[in-house]
């Protein structure tokens, strides 16, 4: 079974708003190795949306002949409310314990989703996720080594980390709430083992998993966050000030 | 014209293209070529029409797009006509980097990587072999290498990581 254009989208555009956060951080890392690491974290995060884009566009084409699709025009020409990324990735950075507990708590995500995504039928999807398992592998690792040295750090860092928490958490239930589009993944499976991994890591870090938390849901729909218009204004700054500018 | 003819006279089957592939080095690390690393899966040649088939290293890697470019350039001045495409399946590993490349690796100061088998083997220092070495940063220049520390030597180091 082929996955419907839509949730492709859904997937890349993820990637592509963190990455698109994460970039930020280009030269302003705390230290010099972490700055390398965040960024090289980013490059893997924006290559898995180039596939998921390059994918999309054909599947795109192939559908209606009036489409024209490139994994370019997808990134910088559609308009914010046909951005499907989850609101997580969208929330700005904060200090470094937000950035790091988002890029944790989504990688646990993604690689739970993309273990089951390698199992699928739709072949490229499969090569794409068996791919994006082993980055993703390093990137859960590198992100809660993280969280448990901040939360399990001095007074100021355990305090950022239960800041990050209240700021980010109400924007983690939806990745469990599927999409009409969304079809043929188990997503119950996926929060119950993200849930267990995020409980452990949390508890190894003395911190508490919220409990009860009212989760805000719309970014799969289009539906987002202030936040995402301004990064779009940045990242499609170029291409639509300068149509088809190349450099 | 006469010049390009003379030198695509000189490649006549898919073997000697494999060849070629040999010479190409890697951007990145130039002692190693893109054989070596295991980026070519597979060479198609119909007379002047030659087809490369590449896999990327990791999903983002920036040097995918100039070697890419490179086979291209090399096959153009062969009076070829590439095209060059890429295959995500199987995911490139590791383990296709062939047991010369590491020795020229590790002669260069990069650690090599162990084999997926053996993932948790000690990494030894490329200055003086001590295995008495430390990690200081999961990520080095790339995202295909960690940063790494020799307690013997002093010395920092890349480590090519098993992927």
Known sequence: MQFPLSYILH???NNLVLAQRNGDWCGHGPILEQDIAITNITLDVLGQARMLYQYAAEISNAESNNSNATEDTLAYLRKEHE???CLLVE?????????????????????????QLSKSDDERISAIAVKSLKEITYHVK??????????????????????????????????????????????????????????????????????????????????????LGYLLTDLQYLQRTYPNAEW | MVMTEILNDTISDVKELWKL??????????????????IVRHIEMDGKNVEVSITPTYSGCPAMDMISMQIKME????????????????AWTTDWITPAAKEKLNAYGIAPPSLSSNKDAPVHCPQCNSSHTEMISHFGSTACKALYRCNDCKECFDLFKCH
Not at chain 1, 207 to 214: E, H, I, K
Request: aromatic share 12%; hydrophobic share 40%.
């Open chain 2, 21 to 38: 592939m040999e010479t190409i080095p890697d951007p990145e690390i130039p002692v190693i070529s893109i054989t070596d690393l295991g």
């Open chain 1, 142 to 227: 590198w992100s809660s080594e993280w969280v448990l040295r901040l939360g399990d750090g001095t007074e100021e860092s355990h305090n950022r980390m239960i800041h990050a928490i209240d700021a980010l958490w109400m924007y983690t239930g939806e990745m469990f709430m599927p999409a009409a589009y969304e079809k043929n993944i188990d997503s119950t499976v996926i929060r119950e083992n993200w849930l267990n991994a995020v409980n452990n890591i949390f508890e190894e870090a003395s911190l508490t998993v919220p409990q009860d938390v009212f989760m805000q849901v719309g970014g799969k729909n289009g539906i987002h966050t202030e936040h």
């Open chain 1, 83 to 85: 951005f499907k990324n």
């Open chain 1, 11 to 13: 997937l890349a555009d």
């Open chain 1, 91 to 115: 929330q700005p950075n904060g200090d470094w314990a937000q950035t790091i507990l988002k890029q944790y708590l989504f990688s646990q995500f993604q690689y739970f989703l993309y273990e």
């Open chain 2, 75 to 90: 096959l153009l001045s062969r009076g070829f006509v590439p095209v060059i495409k890429t295959v995500l399946s199987p």
